[in-house]
């Protein structure tokens, strides 16, 4: 199975690399706060160990030649000599009473002199930047953990996105809920569609992105995501989808980008889920199935998400929306799994391509880059 060729994963993570950047690691470095926000665990977790070690291994070497400087290692065990850190006789002890200074734990045998010149400027200093090292490296580990990126995890996209009539006009649908008894507020949703494109000069963009609008019933792009909510594109003039044939969802190629905003209710915070469809994943003469029922047991909406990705054929017209709205009579050339003579061999293909998203062969979504320019030239 080829993998999905799209600007984005199905989870909504980025699926683009980024290449001839010049001093790369410097610009990240002089970003650093958000560079290291950024980093994976593993990484996280050896700078806070390694950031700590090396602290204690820094103040121990000047314990150690503190003590060696003075005599203490030399005149050990002689109780008429008075060392800067009492009964300090190796570099391992040094390191001990580092780490029980830095992490103010409280002196046990080992301990320092307050009458050797050198002991309490650095006893004081290792103080005060283990103070300083312990808020930036637990603060940013705290912050790393609070991210409110992980809340995407329970917002949940469906597998497929429909076009179906509705309204007498066709709609996009793709269906968004949030599985959390804590809900998301403030939200609201936006999308792109993708693709390639050629301007009057000729010239190619490959990626160029079109705007998708999406409504909440009639709420504009505000969601109220208590339950899961249909949300709908209404194909019209000004959609970039208003020529969209179900011949073009087998041969386009094309990516659909929906992201969805909100506040997260106990934190205040931002959060963005973000996924993507590709012309395959779409499927033309259908619509979501009904999630919801009234429990009369116990007086209550419940929402099945079993059905969450279900998907009904639905009576829809097997021409664009620009005929649709040219000739209001083709309402009736409808695209419908009851009656298999009105189904094209082609709408077929992509019936059985689309209903099988999980074991689908995919092919590229955009073209290259020599495609584009051997087209161009064609034109």
Request: hydrophobic letters at 40%; one cysteine or more; glycine letters at 4%.
């Amino acid at each position: 199975m080829k993998p999905r060729r799209t600007l984005l994963r199905k989870e909504g993570q980025s699926n683009i690399a980024y290449r001839g950047i010049q001093k790369k690691k410097v610009k990240f470095l002089k970003d650093l706060y958000v560079t290291l926000l950024d980093l994976k665990w593993r990484w996280a977790m050896l700078i806070l160990f390694l950031g700590f070690f090396l602290s204690y291994f820094f103040f121990s070497i000047l314990y150690f030649l503190m003590s060696y400087t003075h005599g203490d290692i030399t005149h050990a065990g002689d109780p008429n000599f008075t060392p800067c850190i009492y009964r300090l006789d190796s570099y391992w002890d040094a390191l001990l009473f580092s780490i029980e200074t830095q992490s103010t734990i409280g002196y046990g045998t080992i301990y320092p002199n307050a009458d050797c010149a050198g002991t309490l400027p650095v006893v004081y200093l290792q103080i005060t930047c283990g103070f300083l090292l312990e808020t930036v490296l637990l603060g940013f580990i705290f912050v790393k953990i609070a991210r409110p990126k992980h809340r995407r995890h329970t917002l949940i996209f469906s597998r497929n996105a429909c076009i179906c009539l509705e309204d007498q006009h066709l709609n996009l649908q793709i269906r968004v809920g949030d599985i959390r008894n804590s809900h998301l507020i403030d939200c609201h949703v936006y999308g792109a569609l993708v693709k390639r494109y050629v301007c009057q000069e000729k010239y190619v963009y490959p990626l160029f992105q079109h705007e998708i609008e999406f409504h909440a019933h009639n709420m504009k792009d505000k969601v109220f995501l208590i339950w899961p909510m249909v949300l709908s594109h209404k194909i019209t003039k000004d959609s970039p989808l208003y020529t969209l044939t179900p011949e073009d969802l087998i041969y386009d190629k094309f990516e659909l980008i929906v992201v969805l905003e909100g506040t997260i209710e106990s934190t205040g915070e931002m959060v963005q889920a973000r996924t993507s469809f590709t012309s395959k994943e779409i499927l033309w003469g259908h619509r979501f199935t009904r999630v919801e029922e009234y429990d009369e047991k116990t007086d209550k909406w419940c929402i099945n998400f079993v059905r969450f990705n279900n998907v009904v054929p639905s009576k829809t017209p097997k021409c664009n929306a620009k005929d649709l709205t040219e000739n209001p009579e083709r309402v009736h050339e409808v695209y419908t799994e009851e009656d298999p003579v009105e189904i094209d061999q082609l709408t077929r293909q992509k019936h059985t391509l689309a209903t099988s998203v999980d074991t689908l062969d995919t092919d590229a979504v955009y073209s290259t880059a020599s495609e584009d320019d051997q087209r161009v030239e064609d034109v």
